[in-house]
Nanobody, 115 residues
Framework: QVQLMESGGGLVQAGGSLKLSCVGS????????MGWYRQADEKQRDLVAF???????NYADSVKGRFTISRGSAENLVYLQMNSLKPEDTGVYYC?????????WGKGTLVTVSS
């Protein structure tokens, strides 16, 4: 099992920045990808960005050029730098990790962008 804990959410004005962090614990060896999803209100949980162990990165079109995902020096860390935030970026951001084909999720951190 992998446990994930997010931090860094909060309230920010449109145009501002936030940096989210996620740390994994437990069976963190052989994690092959980590990333971020977000869920606004009662909508579905959508991919924001992910990064694989071989460095492949994918972003949702809505965040390209504004968000940057990165892995920490340790394999159990992932970050999301969010710049030029918009009200539509508001939502609960969930960290996820994939290990041997199984997805693990954090409990989420709330990001609120005011207009």
């Amino acid at each position: 099992q992998v446990q994930l804990m997010e931090s860094g959410g909060g309230l920010v004005q449109a145009g501002g920045s936030l940096k989210l962090s996620c740390v994994g614990s437990g069976s963190i060896f052989s994690i092959n990808a980590m990333g971020w999803y977000r869920q606004a209100d009662e909508k579905q949980r959508d991919l924001v960005a992910f990064v694989t162990n071989n460095g492949r990165i994918n972003y949702a079109d809505s965040v390209k050029g504004r968000f940057t995902i990165s892995r920490g020096s340790a394999e159990n860390l992932v970050y999301l730098q969010m710049n030029s935030l918009k009200p539509e970026d508001t939502g609960v951001y969930y960290c996820y990790a994939n290990r041997y084909g199984t997805d693990f999720w954090g409990k989420g951190t709330l990001v609120t962008v005011s207009s």
